[in-house]
């Protein structure tokens, strides 16, 4: 597949059952742990503490292509990222970022101050990305990932700061 263009117009919108043919295709591609379907569907239809997003890439006749997922967790007043891709067709351009800014801002409209995550100690991207938004490592878990027993590094953003917003573009 040819890369994507630099500019690339973006638009992030919340996650519909109609989306999950290729959630679960970007999900898959992207992780060695994927969620089944039926996670998603429980995200969507019943975890009343869900905010899930996805993010579009529109072409110029305004043809939109889903291109990353972000599921969080809003729990009082803590953002918790469950998990979040870009297709890897679409990364770096600034997508995974722009699903992060937007779930953040909005679950602070909502009351949330802070914000939790774990990421594997292999995943440098992830930390980069999280790093840039202000998240902090806090601890790590020993071999908290079953298939390879690696390392989680649980990051927190605390408080949640709007002047990332800034990094919305
Ligand atoms: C992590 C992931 C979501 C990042 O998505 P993305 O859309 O490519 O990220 P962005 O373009 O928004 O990157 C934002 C910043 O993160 C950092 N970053 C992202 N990918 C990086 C990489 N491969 N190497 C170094 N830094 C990286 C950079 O600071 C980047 O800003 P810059 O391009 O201006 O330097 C993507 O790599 C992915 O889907 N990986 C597989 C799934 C995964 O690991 N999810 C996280 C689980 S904890």
Same mark, same amino acid.
């Given at each position: 597949?040819?890369?994507?263009?630099?500019? !690339?117009?973006? %638009?992030?919108?919340?996650? %519909?059952?109609e989306? !999950?043919?290729?959630?679960?295709?970007?999900?898959?591609?992207?992780?060695?742990l994927?969620?089944?379907?039926?996670?998603?569907?429980?995200?969507?239809?019943?975890?009343?503490?869900?905010?899930?997003?996805?993010a579009?890439?529109?072409d110029?006749?305004?043809?939109p292509?889903l291109?990353?997922? !972000?599921v969080?967790?809003?729990?009082?007043?803590?953002l918790?990222? #469950?998990?979040?891709?870009t297709?890897a067709?679409?990364?770096?351009h600034?997508?995974?970022?722009?699903?992060?800014?937007?779930?953040?801002s909005?679950?602070?409209q909502?009351? #949330?101050?802070?914000?939790?995550?774990?990421?594997r100690?292999?995943?440098?991207?992830? %930390?980069a990305?999280?790093?840039?938004?202000?998240?902090?490592e806090?601890?790590?878990?020993p071999?908290?990932?079953?298939?390879?027993?690696?390392?989680?590094?649980?990051?927190?953003l605390?408080?949640?700061?709007?002047?990332?917003?800034?990094?919305?573009?």
């Amino acid at each position: 597949m040819n890369p994507p263009p630099a500019d !690339l117009a973006i %638009q992030i919108r919340k996650m %519909q059952l109609e989306d !999950l043919d290729r959630v679960v295709e970007i999900d898959h591609a992207s992780f060695s742990l994927p969620w089944p379907r039926s996670s998603f569907v429980f995200e969507l239809k019943e975890n009343e503490a869900s905010r899930c997003w996805v993010a579009e890439v529109v072409d110029p006749n305004g043809q939109p292509t889903l291109a990353g997922l !972000l599921v969080s967790w809003l729990i009082v007043d803590e953002l918790h990222i #469950a998990t979040i891709a870009t297709a890897a067709e679409y990364r770096r351009h600034h997508i995974g970022r722009r699903l992060m800014v937007h779930g953040l801002s909005e679950a602070m409209q909502e009351g #949330a101050v802070v914000s939790f995550l774990e990421v594997r100690r292999s995943n440098i991207a992830a %930390q980069a990305l999280y790093t840039r938004l202000g998240y902090q490592e806090d601890a790590i878990r020993p071999r908290y990932y079953q298939d390879n027993n690696e390392d989680a590094i649980l990051m927190s953003l605390q408080p949640i700061n709007p002047a990332l917003f800034d990094l919305r573009g």
